[in-house]
Structures are given as C-alpha cells and as structure tokens.
C-alpha cells in the first residue's frame, strides 16, 4: 500500500486500533503492536554497540547516533543539531513558543504531546504503566523507564567532559550546558538567561512576587517546592548526603559534590576571560561579573543594585530592620 494510502486511511478510519490494555486508540496495526509493548515490557531491537533495546526500530536507529555522533537535523535559527527529526521539530517550539497540544480540561497547553498525556493524568487520575519490580503505577511510559532506573542503576547518557552520567538525556543536555555555558532560556522582564526552563520559571516568580511554598516551621517562603525542602533541613538538622572520604554530610548531593572537590583537587569550572577556575558553576557565573559588570539584582526601595542575590536581601534589611 502507498505512502498516500497509508496517510489517507489515518483520516477516514482514525482511531480504528484500540488496546485492549489502556484503551488507547491509534491509526495503524503496526503503531497498536508498537504500542502495546509499553505494557508488555518487550524491547525487539537491540543496538550491537551497547546491547540496549527499544520497542521500534526507529528508536534504536535514533539511538545508534549517540555511538557515532550523526546529528543531521540541524535548526536554522541558531544553529544546534539533534540526531532525530522530531528532536529538531520539538527544539523549534522553544523560538517560536508554539504549545500545540492543549488539555481540554482545563486549557493549559504543551510544546509535546507527551507532556499532555502526564499532565491529564492529573484529571483522569489513570496510571497505567506498572513497575515489574514494585508495582508501582506511573502516569506516563517516560515516567517509567525513568522509575525502572531506581531498580537497575542504569544511567546510559554520559558526559563526554567530565564523565558524569545520567538517566535521563533531557538532564545530560542540561548539565553540558554547564561545561558549554549556553544558557537559552531568556527572561523578558530583566534579560537574565538560564540553562534550564524550570530555573527560569521559578526565577519569574521573583518579579511576580509569587512564593508559594512556605516553611511551616518560620513561616519564610520560597518559589520553589525544592527550595522549601532544602530550607527544611535548617529545622530538622537532617544531612543525608554523606562524604566518603572524611564523612562530612550534606543537606544536597550538589553540595556532597562541591565538597568532595576539596578532596580531589577538581576546579571544572573555568573562566575564558581569565582562566581562573571553580569548584562551583554558580561561583563562576559570580566571578564573571566582575568581567562584564552585571549588577542584577535591584533594590526597588533606592535601586542599589548586586552581582548577588543574598548582597540584595542583606542590604534590603537597612530598609526593612528585619535581619536577613
């Protein structure tokens, strides 16, 4: 059957497949087989450099550029490579904005329609990818390779410059950007830039006013729920992160991190105007304004402005007399 035949019976019998395991309907006999291999854990094709397996063949062809490094889907906007079509369709969505897949509960919208699909879980209540291991029950099929990692201790996307791995390629791309510096996500009240969506959020807030995570303890409130949970640890003293070396503990495993630097010596984090290096990304992007003179936190009593945010909430108390 042609490629247009194909296409045009997508239209006149839409939904003609249907799983008998969740309900979902899809287009095609092969896309229901596809499908139904998220419920029965099949994975038939198998990648020769590593021996990881994928329920289509499509992803393992995807998969076999992390081994040769092919990126040939290239954006014409600014320039960055994926190795799949669709990676480069869904990176296009972060210049233009465009949210396609709308929740009709509620109206929120969403740049995948995988994102939809976890956030109308949220409606329906429906979790129905189950762990083989534990039980547990997940939202979405991401969500549960994600959770079946906790089992394995499988971390398959390396980092080819410090070597540090992860589970999921989404927090690989977010952590090169440390190295790289890139940082995409642009705020448009102040122009200050993130490497990672979710830190922009949580920093919108900051111009919001918005806190809304309040520590039941002192009553201080915070943008964000991870925050709040640090913020926690003040109150009930608790350190699980604990080093090997000379058994200091830790409130963070990014904390854990930084220390066990002191142990080994580690500086990755490297100025290119002077060369000077850190132990921390956050101590560099300090460090680098005093280069470029960035001031950007801003007093709104008499607009003193700071490289740093804790320089801002020191001074604010000469206006408020509380103590920071």
């Given at each position: 059957m042609s490629t247009l035949c194909c296409h045009k019976r997508s239209h006149a019998e839409e939904g003609r497949y249907e799983c008998s395991e969740c309900g979902k309907s899809v287009t095609s006999s092969s896309s229901l087989r596809s499908h139904q291999r998220l419920h029965s854990g099949e994975r038939p094709y198998k990648c020769n450099e590593c021996g990881k397996s994928f329920v289509r063949s499509s992803a393992l062809r995807n998969h076999q550029r992390v081994h040769s490094g092919e990126r040939p889907y290239e954006c014409t906007k600014c320039g960055k490579s994926f190795m799949s079509g669709p990676g480069l369709s869904?990176?296009?969505?972060?210049?233009?904005?465009?949210?396609?897949?709308?929740?009709?509960?509620?109206?929120?919208?969403?740049?995948?329609?995988?994102?939809?699909?976890?956030?109308?879980?949220?409606?329906?209540?429906?979790?129905?990818?189950?762990?083989?291991?534990?039980?547990?029950?997940?939202?979405?099929?991401?969500?549960?390779?994600?959770?079946?990692?906790?089992?394995?201790?499988?971390?398959?996307?390396?980092?080819?410059?410090?070597?540090?791995?992860?589970?999921?390629?989404?927090?690989?791309s977010e952590h090169i950007r440390l190295h790289s510096g890139e940082r995409p996500y642009e705020c448009n009240i102040c122009g200050k830039s993130f490497s990672r969506k979710i830190t922009l959020s949580e920093h919108r807030k900051l111009h919001s006013g918005e806190r809304r995570y309040v520590c039941n303890e002192c009553g201080k409130s915070f943008t964000?729920?991870?925050?709040?949970?640090?913020?926690?640890?003040?109150h009930t003293g608790q350190k699980p992160y604990q080093c090997n070396e000379c058994g200091k503990s830790c409130t963070t495993s990014s904390a854990l991190r930084r220390h066990q630097r002191v142990h080994t010596g580690e500086r990755p984090y490297e100025c290119s105007e002077c060369g000077k290096s850190f132990t921390a990304s956050s101590t560099l992007r300090y460090h680098r304004r005093v280069h470029t003179g960035e001031r950007p936190y801003e007093c709104n009593q008499c607009g003193k402005s700071f490289t740093v945010s804790y320089g801002l909430r020191s001074h604010q108390s000469v206006h408020t007399g509380e103590r920071p």
């Open positions: 869904y990176h296009r969505r972060v210049h233009t904005g465009e949210k396609p897949y709308k929740c009709h509960e509620c109206g929120k919208s969403f740049m995948s329609s995988s994102g939809l699909g976890c956030h109308q879980s949220i409606h329906t209540g429906e979790k129905p990818y189950k762990c083989n291991e534990c039980g547990k029950s997940l939202a979405s099929s991401s969500g549960l390779r994600y959770h079946q990692s906790v089992h394995t201790g499988e971390k398959p996307y390396a980092c080819i410059e410090c070597g540090k791995s992860f589970i999921r390629k989404i927090t690989l964000a729920s991870s925050s709040l949970r640090f913020h926690q640890r003040i």
